[in-house]
């Protein structure tokens, strides 16, 4: 079966290596950047390409860890594999404690290096879906009026309306009027869909006693 198709950014000091493994994700229908160092990487990496990546562990100057590193102290979430020529136990813990989807060794089986980027473009994939949900989201909240916002965070901590009536010093038939725009300009009806948005765009639901 023809797997589906991802970008993979490969980066690895060995020309013999990277060729090798070109050839093969390319006869596997993938996309393929190559790199022969973590500088080139780096300067010509464009993280809005969906994909994953397919480090070397062991380069001179900067090695896989050290550049998985770089990625995420840039905010890039971006799905890795490493390979190695030595199997580093410590070494491969630090990198899946770090967030990398596998850990390799030379000379890599196919079929495994193939399945290991399946799972991370399926990876990169709902991250990217997660991402543009909350856009999407953010951009519903934005809409809000201050009372809106107020009301909406009253509502997902658990309040009722006369309740928040009370804390805004207003009437509850004001809240009521307030919380059916908020719900409708947020396109949710029931409050667990509300708290499941809220909880989406980062607003820290407090729990009223």
Same mark, same amino acid.
């Given at each position: 079966?023809?797997?589906?198709?991802?970008?993979?950014?490969?980066?690895?000091?060995?020309?013999?290596?990277?060729?090798?493994?070109? !050839?093969?994700?390319?006869?596997?229908?993938?996309?393929? !950047?190559?790199?022969?160092?973590?500088?080139?990487?780096?300067?010509?990496?464009?993280?809005?390409?969906?994909?994953?990546?397919?480090?070397?562990?062991?380069?001179?100057?900067?090695?896989?860890?050290?550049?998985?590193?770089?990625?995420?102290? +840039?905010?890039?979430? !971006?799905?890795?594999?490493?390979?190695?020529?030595?199997?580093?136990?410590?070494?491969?813990?630090?990198?899946? $404690?770090?967030?990398?989807?596998?850990?390799?060794? $030379?000379?890599?089986?196919?079929?495994?290096?193939?399945?290991?980027?399946?799972?991370?473009?399926?990876?990169?994939?709902?991250?990217? !879906?997660?991402?543009?949900?909350?856009?999407?989201?953010? +951009?519903?909240?934005?809409?809000?009026?201050?009372?809106?916002?107020?009301?909406?965070?009253?509502?997902?901590?658990?309040?009722?309306? $006369?309740?928040?009536?009370?804390?805004?010093?207003?009437?509850?038939?004001?809240?009521?009027?307030?919380?059916?725009?908020?719900?409708? $300009?947020?396109?949710?009806?029931?409050?667990?869909?509300?708290?499941?948005?809220?909880?989406?765009?980062?607003?820290?639901?407090?729990?009223?006693?």
């Amino acid at each position: 079966m023809t797997e589906p198709s991802t970008t993979v950014f490969l980066v690895d000091d060995d020309p013999g290596v990277l060729k090798a493994l070109t !050839r093969l994700l390319r006869a596997a229908g993938h996309e393929v !950047r190559a790199f022969t160092s973590p500088q080139e990487f780096l300067a010509r990496h464009d993280p809005s390409v969906p994909g994953c990546a397919v480090f070397d562990v062991a380069m001179p100057g900067v090695d896989g860890l050290q550049l998985q590193a770089a990625l995420s102290a +840039g905010g890039i979430d !971006r799905p890795l594999i490493f390979i190695t020529g030595v199997g580093d136990i410590p070494t491969s813990v630090r990198a899946m $404690k770090s967030g990398a989807v596998d850990f390799l060794t $030379k000379l890599v089986n196919d079929r495994e290096l193939l399945d290991a980027i399946g799972r991370a473009a399926e990876s990169d994939a709902a991250a990217r !879906r997660s991402q543009m949900e909350v856009a999407a989201i953010r +951009g519903r909240l934005a809409k809000l009026t201050p009372r809106e916002r107020e009301v909406l965070t009253h509502v997902v901590a658990g309040r009722l309306n $006369k309740q928040i009536a009370y804390d805004l010093g207003t009437v509850e038939k004001t809240i009521k009027v307030h919380r059916g725009r908020m719900m409708a $300009k947020l396109g949710v009806r029931t409050v667990a869909d509300l708290v499941r948005l809220a909880e989406l765009a980062g607003i820290r639901v407090q729990r009223g006693s």
